[in-house]
């Protein structure tokens, strides 16, 4: 993280100290880096500036109305998987010839919205979402621009519950399949066929699978015969979470699809989330108690599965780092755990930290990503509030729930 780094022993965010953020605003609560995630950002956009991708940031990952807003700026499309991400983006400002629309079960209400709109491409995932699509396009005097997602039976060897490129998960066409519906959609006159999609996973930190994926793409576009103006080659970049963990070597991954696309005319479309608004963003928490059981001792915070599910259902780590740094260490068995009524509550297990006592605030990293967006009320704990800094300025980008609003909805 650059912009979310210590100095002298104080945890900043850009030019702020998060000590100071956290006397400021109730805890828990997300903070997030304008100026990491523009660093991504252009960071993907550098590695493939050869080819000048079309990026489509992936809204699911983190849908708040502002971080969108700065990806707009700088010119990013969205990738959207539902009604209200497709409204959202629209709100953000960005451009429907940027959105593409994802997803396996797009309702009626949806197609007709994303045509109306006419955005880039709706790809479809089944042949019964192509016929409602041709049902709906005629009552529209434009041909429909249509990708179709193919299932490469390749998987991003991640955790088994991200991974979507696999013949036995829910998404996507076999390579059969794909190759015949090629060939229905060419009879269909209100349907233009522009993409060929694929999307293999999340937080994929090595290069061979998208090289599997490159391979069985050039299979299915020979034996189609089809010019596809879109290869959206989907996101899964992975990220370090942690100082040793390695994150995708972009540089390898460019030069591959560089040589993939020799022979083609194609505009690749990416849908990165996590790799460009990952590690963006922390959670600040207070410690409210620190329990002794048996052999271990409890730091438990405020800040609970309710508001960062991932290690709770991804056996996710997220680092947890002190606001403020001593020089004392706490040894022995120690884990750091929410106040939610369940047992998976709990984020990192540590036999070595920072001294701290309840009070002290501490933050956990890199949850810009499915952080928020997979937050609920459950156990009825308010949904918290956001805050974005930029420089030495700070302002929440979403307020704190309130207890009226939570009791009375």
Known sequence: ?????????????????????????????????????????????????????????????????ALLKELKKIGSGADVVSIGELLKALKAGIKPKKI???????????????IKKQILLINIESENELNLINKISKKFYKK?????????????????????????????????DFVNLCKKIKKMRNLSLEGVSVHIGSQITSIEPFKKVLSVLNKIIN???????????????????????????????????????????????????RFIIGNAAILISRIIYIKKNNNKKYIILDAGMNNLMRPALYNAHHE???????????????????????????????QKFSQVVEGDFVALANVGAYGMSLSSNYN????????????????????????????NN
């Open 100 to 114: 593409v629309f994802s997803g396996i079960g797009k309702t009626e209400e949806e197609l007709r919205l994303a």
């Open 320 to 350: 947890i780092i002190p606001l403020k740094i001593k020089n004392k260490k706490l040894k022995g068995n120690f884990e750091f755990v929410g106040p939610v009524c369940e047992s998976s509550d709990k984020f990192s297990k540590i």
């Open 144 to 176: 429909i621009p249509i990708g179709i997602r193919l299932n490469p039976n390749v998987t991003g060897k991640t955790h088994r519950k991200i991974s979507t490129g696999g013949k036995d998960e829910k998404f996507g066409l076999s390579y059969n």
């Open 1 to 65: 993280m650059n912009y979310i780094k210590i100095r002298q022993n104080n945890l900043c965010i850009e030019n702020i100290s998060t000590l100071k953020l956290a006397k400021k605003y109730k805890t828990p609560f997300y903070c997030y880096s304008v100026s990491q995630l523009k660093n991504n950002y252009y960071a993907l956009a550098q590695a493939f500036q050869s080819i000048k991708p079309i990026i489509c940031f992936s809204v699911k990952s983190n849908s708040n109305l």
């Open 380 to 407: 009825s704990r308010p949904i918290i509030a956001e805050i974005m800094v930029h420089g030495s300025k700070h302002k929440i980008i979403r307020k704190r729930q309130s207890l009226e609003n939570l009791v």
């Open 223 to 273: 034996k189609t015969k089809v010019n596809f103006k879109f290869i959206d080659l989907g996101g899964g970049m992975g990220i370090s979470y942690s100082p040793n963990e390695k994150q995708i070597n972009l540089k390898v991954y460019a030069k591959l699809v560089n040589k993939f696309l020799k022979d083609k005319k194609s505009k690749v479309i990416f849908e990165p989330g």
